[in-house]
C-alpha cells in the first residue's frame, strides 16, 4: 500500500441529497449508506445509480442487507453479491462489506469470494471488524482477503475512545491496508485523532442535526486535514 501525502476525508451519507453536498463542499470521497438508525445498510438500487450520476467523486456503497449482526444467512449472502455486481456495472468505485463466522471471526470464505466478485472496485471492511473476537487476527485475515481499508473505531463506540487500539492497528499493517477510523470522527477531534492514530483516511457523517452532513463542519474538517497534512 503506497504512502498518502495527503490525509483523505471520507463522508458517509445516507441518501444522495447527502451526497451532493459532500461532494459540493470538498469531500474526498462518499460512502453511500441507508438506514442510519442501524447505522448503515445496502442503499437502493436507484440511489446507487443516481448518485453515480451525480457525483464526479469517488463513490462506495455500503454492502450490508439489514442491521444487526454479521452473520448472514445463504439468501443475504446472494443479495450481498447482486448489490456488488449491480456496483460494477453503474461504475462505483468501491463497496464496503463484512461478513462474521457465529465465533466473532473474519467469515474468510464467504468475505473472499464477495472481494473478488467486486473487482477491480476497492473494498472496504467495515465495522464488523469492532466485534471480532480477536483483533489482532481479525486484521491480518482482512488483509489476507485482499481489502484494501479497514473501517474502524478500534472495538469502542466511538474512534476517540478506540484510537489507542487504532494507532496498534496502523502500527500492525505496515502500509499493507489502509486504516480509516470512523465513528463520531468530527471537527472538534479529529486533529487529535490524526496525531494519536497517525491514520492517513478518516471517515465521519459531519451530521449534527438530523440525516444530512453540514457544509460548515465538512469544510471545518478539510481544513484541518489540508494543515495537518503539510506538518
Given amino acids: ?61 455500503m454492502v450490508r442487507p439489514r442491521g444487526g449482526d454479521f452473520v448472514y444467512s445463504d439468501a443475504e449472502f446472494g443479495a450481498m453479491k447482486e448489490t456488488i455486481l449491480e456496483c460494477r456495472k453503474v461504475g462505483v468505485d468501491g463497496v464496503v462489506l463484512g461478513m ?44 489476507k482477503i485482499g481489502c484494501e481499508r479497514l473501517l474502524t473505531s478500534g472495538h469502542e463506540s466511538s474512534a476517540t475512545e478506540g484510537s489507542a487500539m487504532i494507532a496498534q492497528l496502523v502500527k ?10 470512523g465513528a463520531g470522527v468530527r471537527a472538534d477531534n479529529l486533529a487529535e485523532l490524526i496525531r494519536r492514530t497517525s ?12 440525516d444530512l452532513p453540514n457544509a460548515d463542519e465538512i469544510r471545518c474538517m478539510l481544513k484541518i486535514v489540508d494543515e495537518l497534512s503539510k506538518s
Avoid at 16 to 24: F, N, P, R, T, Y
Avoid at 103 to 130: N, Q, W, Y
Fill in 1 to 61: 500500500m503506497p504512502d498518502r501525502k495527503r490525509i483523505l476525508l471520507e463522508i458517509c451519507a445516507y441518501s444522495v441529497e447527502a451526497a451532493i453536498i459532500a461532494q459540493s463542499s470538498g469531500a474526498d470521497r462518499v460512502e453511500l449508506c441507508a438506514n442510519r438508525s442501524v447505522h448503515g445498510t445496502t442503499p437502493a438500487a436507484n440511489d446507487i445509480q443516481r448518485a453515480r450520476t451525480e457525483l464526479s467523486i469517488p463513490l462506495h456503497a
Fill in 100 to 143: 462474521l463466522l457465529p465465533t466473532g471471526d473474519i467469515d474468510m470464505k464467504r468475505c473472499r469470494e464477495l472481494v473478488e466478485l467486486a473487482r477491480p472496485m476497492s473494498v472496504t471492511f467495515h465495522r464488523a471488524f469492532d466485534v471480532t473476537r480477536n483483533s489482532t487476527k481479525a486484521l491480518e485475515e482482512i488483509i
Fill in 172 to 181: 500492525q499493517a505496515e502500509q499493507r491496508i489502509f486504516i480509516m477510523p
Fill in 199 to 210: 491514520a492517513t483516511e478518516f471517515h465521519s457523517s459531519a451530521c449534527l442535526h438530523g
